[in-house]
């Protein structure tokens, strides 16, 4: 399994249509129902002022439907605490809390931002199409 980080999703948001994205990439060579994303994905998303409008939103809702949802459960809180206290630089809630739903449930990351999750024990990264 191959979680999603939020910034895959926005990324292709924000394209215009047609444009080629890292979704797209990872779409054409991992099956759909080996993609997830964290509840804490939707969050971040949701948080986004353009949610507000609707077709935007309905687009948000579109996107994030093929892929599993994993929730934020008192393990993955655990987790995301412990990476949280040993981190040798601080690292954001979000990211902290995704990377511990990756390790959680043996699944690769795939993200934008490579530098934020590098050093976190136990977690592996999906690397063949990230963007470094």
Known sequence: MVILDTNIII????????????LLRI????????????????????EGKSSKDREKQNALY??????TT???TTDVARRAG??????????EFADAAIAATAIMHCAQLYTLNVKHFRDIPG???YESLCAV
């Open 11 to 22: 990324g292709h948001l924000r394209q215009r249509s047609g444009a080629d994205t890292q």
């Open 27 to 46: 779409t054409a060579v991992v099956p759909l129902a080996e993609l997830a994303i964290s509840t804490i994905s939707i969050q971040e998303l949701f």
């Open 62 to 67: 579109l996107v994030m439907a093929p892929f």
């Open 70 to 72: 994993l929730p934020y």
């Open 82 to 91: 412990e990476i949280s206290r040993d981190a040798k630089q601080p690292i």
């Open 123 to 125: 977690l592996e990264l």
